[in-house]
């Protein structure tokens, strides 16, 4: 079974600093990452996913995630935080012989940008 | 076009009410789903379905029933629901049903149940 844990239910930076969303993963098998953010009122949306091929992913908005399996983290980060960045963030987590809808969601972490 | 739609935005019904939600998607994809989303918390997978079959089912109680008409459409009714039912319901399309595929959710449907 797989899991992922996001250190941190709340994140508060100030605009311009560095955005830094923990997220570690506990799986026996080799893992598919995924991190989607969530505004007010709508739906989930990818921000990138870790598929086995690069451990540096990129994803929309600036956001960027490194794999490190010896660390079991797949950790979010932005350079620069805009106040637009506001919003929850989930880290999911799928395998091998799962399939798509039965990802794993972390509970979540809410990130506040300051003026 | 990577647009899910879903219908009605907001929806308040009774407990002897029955009514339906409505998701759409023109992207091609064969997988679409129903999650449940309470405040500040993860969403809950409810259905999956599958090139229009019933793939997975969380052990959703029988007051939620899904429906997928065609590969575009997928609808969700409501009969006799409880208040604890009151949720973001959302709704999700993938190219395949598949480890890697990305979900392309709706804004969802905020559900109330007096």
């Known amino acids: 079974a797989q899991s992922v844990t996001q250190l941190g239910s709340h994140v508060s930076v100030s605009e311009g600093a560095l955005v830094l969303l923990r997220c570690n993963y506990s799986?026996?098998?080799?893992?598919?990452l995924f991190w989607y953010v969530q505004y007010p009122n709508q739906g989930l949306q990818l921000l990138l996913k870790y598929t086995s091929a690069a451990t540096l992913v990129k994803g929309i908005n600036g956001f960027e995630a490194e794999f490190k399996k010896s660390e079991t983290s797949f950790h979010l980060t932005k350079p620069s935080a805009h106040m637009s960045d506001a919003a929850e963030y989930f880290c999911?987590?799928?395998?091998?012989?799962?399939?798509?809808?039965?990802?794993?969601f972390g509970d979540g972490t809410t990130l506040t940008v300051k003026p | 076009d990577t647009e899910v739609t879903q219908t009605p935005k907001h929806l308040v019904m009774g407990m002897t009410n029955k009514k339906s939600l409505k998701c759409e998607q023109h992207?091609?994809?064969?997988?679409m789903y129903w999650y449940k989303q309470k405040a500040k918390k993860p969403p809950e997978l409810m259905f999956v379905?599958?090139?229009?079959?019933?793939?997975i089912n969380e052990s959703v109680p029988s007051r939620f029933s899904p429906e997928c008409p065609n590969s575009s459409l997928l609808n969700l009714h409501l009969h006799a629901l409880q208040p604890e039912d009151s949720a973001l319901y959302l709704c999700a399309s993938s190219l395949r049903d598949g480890q890697t595929d990305t979900q392309y959710f709706g804004p969802g449907t905020r559900l109330t149940v007096l």
């Open positions: 379905y599958s090139y229009e079959k019933l793939s």
């Open positions: 992207m091609g994809h064969r997988a």
């Open positions: 999911a987590v799928t395998g091998p012989n799962t399939n798509a809808g039965k990802s794993t």
């Open positions: 799986s026996s098998v080799p893992p598919y």
